[in-house]
């Protein structure tokens, strides 16, 4: 695995590192964290939104690169107690790397997906009660009290956790003579090497990727049923006051039909021009009025199918709407009318109504 100089990492994300570690360990440490400051990058260029599988192959990356970075320094510690926090210092990094990981994620995906692929990439390394799933800083160190607080307190006996390294470490002390520095420092060296090579093939075992997708998709990141909308998208229509096709309360994507019209389908869709459009995806970050003109309809950008497809009329209702936007008052009765509209009992009315508008037509 390519390696990268410390010189490329000088300008480290002091939230993350939490301050610089101090003392025999600092540079080590310094170095672990280095390669996660690429994160941002690897994100934007790993990431497939089909393929949640890369979240994990992301976080794992970095991490196995992070542990290459960091052995190249162990060799110069000249502490034995240097040598027994490897282990405890690499999990509070890898906290650390959760607690700081939402800045990465926005730069690289943008604000929209920011909240899914953050949930996701925090799953992985803090775990998720649902899935069962403690983390890899809950597999590394069962009794963490970040990872407690997130999983649940989900304790597992991974083979290369951190009471398995001190009793590595502690065997290696004993049987190392007349060096136990060098005796010592061999035994974590190859402990990294033995955890290198197997907690990624453990994570993919423990954790699914459907599993994963599941965490994703309540988070908003919906990966099935069409194209996702995302805030640049919506603004689009927006701006255009074009009208757009919805998902009712607890109805998916899958429940909605694109071979039919929604009108066919008012059970699962409905139809509206958004009233707000927030730049947060969340679930309530798109606004529609309601039957009295009230905006209390929420949707996230994932319940949103995508714009209705606009006739001549449609297009003129549009424009018209648009210029009685700002009327709390007339936009209610418009909301009244078209709903009175879509109810089949009143067609004899709307005949009715339809022969006042156009003096008999």
Do not use: C, H
Not at 62 to 77: L, S
Not at 187 to 208: C, H, P, R, W
Not at 231 to 246: A, C, G, M, N, Q
Not at 348 to 360: A, L
């Amino acid at each position: 695995m390519e390696v990268k100089k410390f010189s490329e990492y000088q300008k480290l994300n002091e939230e993350f590192i939490g301050g610089l570690i101090k003392g025999a360990l600092g540079k080590v440490f310094n170095l672990f964290a280095a390669p996660f400051k690429d994160l941002a990058n690897d994100i934007k260029k790993m990431f497939k939104e089909d393929d949640l599988g890369t979240v994990k192959d992301i976080i794992m990356s970095n991490f196995n690169q992070a542990i290459d970075t960091m052995q190249k320094e162990i060799p110069k510690i000249t502490e034995e107690s240097a040598v027994t926090d490897i282990m405890p210092k690499m999990i509070d990094q890898l906290v650390s790397l959760s607690n700081n990981i939402e800045k990465d994620v926005t730069q690289g995906l943008g604000k929209d997906k920011t909240s899914a692929f953050t949930n996701a990439a925090k799953a992985v390394i803090m775990g998720n009660k649902a899935a069962g799933w403690p983390g890899l800083v809950g597999a590394l160190d069962p009794n963490n009290e970040a990872a407690k607080k997130v999983n649940g307190g989900l304790k597992i006996n991974y083979k290369f956790n951190r009471a398995a390294y001190d009793k590595t470490i502690t065997d290696a002390g004993a049987k190392g003579g007349a060096n136990v520095l060098k005796a010592k420092k061999d035994a974590a060296m190859k402990f990294l090497d033995n955890l290198q090579k197997d907690v990624s093939g453990y994570i993919e075992k423990e954790l699914t990727d459907d599993e994963l997708k599941d965490i994703y998709n309540k988070a908003g990141g919906k990966t099935t049923g069409g194209d996702e909308m995302s805030f640049d998208k919506l603004k689009e229509i927006y701006d255009k006051k074009t009208p757009v096709i919805y998902l009712l309360k607890d109805k998916s994507k899958e429940d909605y039909d694109p071979k039919k019209k929604p009108e066919e389908q008012t059970d699962v869709v409905g139809v509206k021009v958004i009233n707000i459009l927030n730049d947060q995806n969340k679930p309530d970050s798109v606004t529609f009025l309601d039957r009295d003109g009230k905006p209390t309809i929420k949707k996230s950008y994932a319940d949103i199918i995508g714009p209705a497809e606009a006739g001549d009329n449609s297009k003129k209702a549009a424009e018209v709407l648009g210029k009685i936007k700002q009327d709390d008052e007339k936009m209610g009765k418009v909301v009244k009318f078209a709903e009175f509209l879509q109810d089949d009992k009143n067609k004899d009315k709307v005949s009715e109504i339809e022969k006042m508008m156009t003096g008999g037509e």
